[in-house]
């Protein structure tokens, strides 16, 4: 499971996104798309790793609104021994637009996967999980 957490920032108009992750899970997963192992966190982590990380979320994660596809901007990682954090802006977001969320992370390698997504905004939060079957949701 990963756990994704939106929220809008009315500062900025931008929509802050932290991701976390099993970071064996995410590791598995480059290690499959780049062939080459990673180490994530470790004295021996790729000095690619952040580009890899940066093109597999960006095939595997969309925010679209009313004007189409969001830019996602990669801002960075953490790692500790179980989890990766994954950290994502998407600047100009329209708060009161609707708005397709698409988060396939995980899902070509796990069949079990699922993916928990809360959004935050002033003080209403909508939380769902999407599954293999169910990639996406419009709020």
Not at 2 to 24: A, G, H, R, W
Not at 82 to 105: G, H, P, R
Request: with cysteine.
């Amino acid at each position: 499971m990963s756990i994704t957490d939106m929220e809008y920032n009315p500062t900025t108009k931008s929509l802050q996104i932290s991701m976390k992750l099993f970071v064996d899970d995410l590791e598995l997963v480059l290690e499959r798309e780049r062939e080459i192992k990673c180490f994530l966190g470790t004295e021996k982590e790729h000095p690619k790793s952040n580009e890899f990380i940066k093109a597999y979320v960006g095939t595997h994660f969309f925010v679209e609104q009313s004007k189409g596809s969001l830019p996602v901007t990669f801002i960075g990682k953490e790692v500790d021994k179980d989890y990766a954090w994954i950290y994502l802006q998407v600047k100009n977001f329209k708060v009161k637009d609707q708005t397709l969320l698409t988060n396939s992370m995980l899902f070509d390698y796990f069949n079990e996967q699922t993916n928990k997504v809360n959004y935050t905004k002033e003080e209403e939060v909508i939380s769902f999980t999407l599954f293999k079957e169910n990639i996406s949701k419009e709020f």
